[in-house]
Structures are given as structure tokens and as C-alpha cells.
């Protein structure tokens, strides 16, 4: 069967220090791979959106890899804040498909 | 609007009630999606709607629950006859194009509580 899997235990680092949340995946054909932020009360937030056919992708302080043949996805958060703790989801998008499948996404907490 | 709008943003109904849960989409954007969130955890997709037909409503977990969407714009979700393990956030989300090749775009949810 499909299946997401995020790491369901909260993550906790020092800040300044360097996060690095896993997506893993089986018996799915992603086209993309999408990354959120979600804060308590409030809905998801996109980040960063990785493509089948890249195998890194950067933003500011935040770096996607995608690994197609180990069906993985990383996600890190260089120099780390307080305020970068939150949830975070990572999503596929099949091809040919609209349909966004989430992970059950994974707590990280940054301690000042 | 700016972003997605969500209304109610809380609804606390009676078992056997229906309720109407309203999102309105970022203008511009055809693909509408509403998912469900119970505590803890992950996103439940429930439908997806390109401009106002619904190719997909293979999530809504009963008959009991419906959807429309109208103008390309506005979309309700109805949960008829509202049962307690109906209780969850109900997120919309808009993105601007039927694939997936951008990031959809999720309003703050309504928070329904049956009691």
C-alpha cells in the first residue's frame, strides 16, 4: 500500500545548529515533492517544492534533497531559531495528478 | 482577498445537526481542495474541485457530507446529520493550477467540535 512516513517523534535541537527532518516514501511515483510549515491553530504554510527530476533545491536558510531511488526526501534548516519550531509536512504529488498526500508531519522545537 | 479565507473559524454543533463550512479561494485560483485534520493528525484529502466540477471525491468519507463549489470561486462544504468522529479542523486549500507543480495555498481552517 502507499504510504508517507515522517518521523511522528518531536525533534528538539540547539539553536544555531542545523535541523534535518526525513520524508520517506514506498509505492508511490512522485512528480513533486512539496514541504510545509504548520503552526499550532493555523493551517500548513508551503516552503519549497522539489521536482522527480532535481535532486536539490534551496531557499534562504532551507535546503530540499530528493532521492528518487531511496524514496527519500531531507529537509534541513540551517542556523537554527526559536521560531523556526513548528510542524513540518512533507506532501507528494503523483504524476499526472492533483492530489497533494501528506505525511503525518514532524514537531521541531529549537531550545534558545 | 489576500490569502484563503475560512468561515466559521470555530462551529460547535449538536449530534444529528448539519453544518455549512465556507472557504473562499485566492482569486484567480481554479484548483480548490478541502482536507480534514483530526488532533495529532496528518491531512485527510477529502475533494478537489477544478473550477467548479469535482473530478475527485473520493475522500469524503460518507454520503452524509457534500460539496460545491460556484463562479469558479466560492466553496461549501455541507456535513449532514453531524456525528461526534465528524469532529476535526476542516482546511481549504487553493493553488493555481490543477498539478501540483506550485504549492497550494491553506486557510486557517474551521475547527468543528459535535457534541
Known amino acids: 500500500s502507499q504510504k508517507i512516513e515522517q518521523n511522528s517523534e518531536a525533534l528538539n535541537i540547539q539553536e544555531g545548529k542545523t535541523a534535518t527532518l526525513t520524508c520517506n516514501y514506498t509505492n508511490y511515483s512522485p512528480a513533486y515533492l512539496q514541504w510545509y510549515r504548520q503552526d499550532p491553530g493555523r493551517g500548513p504554510v508551503f516552503l519549497l517544492l522539489?521536482?522527480?527530476?532535481?535532486k536539490e533545491k534551496r531557499k534562504e536558510r532551507l535546503k530540499v534533497t530528493f532521492d528518487t531511488t531511496l524514496k527519500q526526501s531531507l529537509f534541513h534548516i540551517t542556523a537554527s531559531q526559536p521560531a523556526d519550531s513548528a510542524t513540518y509536512l512533507c506532501?507528494?504529488?503523483?504524476?499526472?495528478?492533483?492530489?497533494?498526500?501528506f505525511g503525518t508531519g514532524t514537531r521541531l522545537k529549537v531550545l534558545a | 482577498g489576500a490569502g484563503v479565507s475560512q468561515s466559521p473559524s470555530n462551529k460547535v454543533t449538536e449530534k444529528g445537526k448539519d453544518v455549512e463550512l465556507r472557504c473562499d479561494p485566492i482569486s484567480g485560483h481554479t484548483a480548490l481542495y478541502w482536507y480534514r485534520q483530526s488532533l495529532g493528525q496528518g491531512l485527510e484529502f477529502l475533494i478537489y474541485?477544478?473550477?467548479?466540477?469535482?473530478?475527485?471525491k473520493s475522500g469524503l468519507p460518507s454520503d452524509r457530507f457534500s460539496a460545491e463549489r460556484t463562479g469558479g470561486s466560492v466553496s461549501t462544504l455541507t456535513i449532514q446529520r453531524t456525528q461526534q468522529e465528524d469532529s476535526a479542523v476542516y482546511l481549504c486549500?487553493?493553488?493555481?493550477?490543477?498539478?501540483?507543480?506550485?504549492?497550494?495555498?491553506f486557510g486557517q481552517g474551521t475547527r468543528l467540535t459535535v457534541v
Open positions: 474541485f477544478q473550477g467548479n466540477s469535482a473530478p475527485d
Open positions: 506532501a507528494l504529488v503523483a504524476s499526472g495528478t492533483y492530489k497533494y498526500i
Open positions: 522539489i521536482r522527480e527530476n532535481e
Open positions: 486549500a487553493s493553488s493555481l493550477t490543477q498539478v501540483g507543480g506550485r504549492g497550494a495555498f
